[in-house]
């Protein structure tokens, strides 16, 4: 079956503009992330959707990020006023259903990712 | 969350065994140890999970010990195509991974 998508794949962008980013992660997948890796560092929580509950956005970097999630499936990560600092790749991962909190830790399946370039 | 550490990098020849070894000394009761593998220009992809002693499926081992604060990866037979980078986390329930900046692996002809 289709895997998580990612779009655009590629975005270059002027200092100060805002991008969008948008995930389709799999059907029937409950949990969505975002995350960030920046060139040769390891990837860094951004946010995290479950079902109807609230997000948790404890890894925004600044109020210039924003997420959502309509409809308990696409989710779009809003970057404005961007900055150079937030070039990165920007991932998008998705979960099934939550398990219980004892038990094992929810595979994530990842998208290929946007690669954000500021100038 | 527990926090990893393992080795920056690691060199191997192909048809080699290759051994990752992961420390999670502050590992909850309720956590699993999973890895993951990234290859360049891709999101990460599942390799194995597993909560103690010894797991195994098509792609790896995981080898845990009784005091589960260290965990060993283990690929054998590498080939080139193995060359990516490896991370371990530990986590329970469907909560954020952390990832760390993993071990990145060279295979080498």
């Known amino acids: 079956g289709a895997g998580v998508s990612q779009s655009p794949s590629n975005k270059v962008t002027e200092k100060g503009k805002d991008v969008e980013l948008r995930c389709d992660p799999i059907?029937?997948?409950?949990?969505l992330y975002w995350y960030r890796q920046s060139l040769g560092q390891g990837l860094e929580f951004l946010i995290y959707f479950q079902g109807n509950s609230a997000p948790d956005k404890s890894g925004l970097p600044s109020d210039r990020f924003s997420a959502e999630r309509t409809g308990g499936s696409v989710s779009t990560l809003t970057i404005q006023r961007t900055q150079q600092e937030d070039s990165a790749v920007y991932l998008c991962a998705s979960s099934p259903k939550p398990q219980l909190a004892v038990g094992p830790g929810g595979t994530q399946y990842f998208g290929p990712g946007t690669r954000l370039l500021v100038l | 969350l527990a926090k990893t550490t393992q080795p920056i990098s690691m060199d191997s020849y192909e048809g080699q065994e290759v051994n990752i070894t992961c420390s999670h000394n502050n590992i909850a009761t309720n956590d699993y140890i999973t890895w993951y593998q990234q290859f360049p220009s891709q999101g990460p992809r599942f390799i194995i999970q597993?909560?103690?002693t010894k797991v195994t499926n098509e792609v790896a081992s995981l080898f845990i010990p009784a005091d589960r604060k260290s965990s060993t990866l283990s690929l054998p037979r590498v080939s080139l195509s193995d060359t990516a980078v490896y991370y371990c986390?530990?986590?329970?329930?469907?909560?954020?991974?952390?990832f760390g900046k993993g071990t990145r692996l060279s295979v080498i002809a």
């Open positions: 597993g909560y103690k």
């Open positions: 986390l530990v986590a329970s329930g469907n909560t954020p991974l952390v």
């Open positions: 059907s029937g997948h409950t949990a």
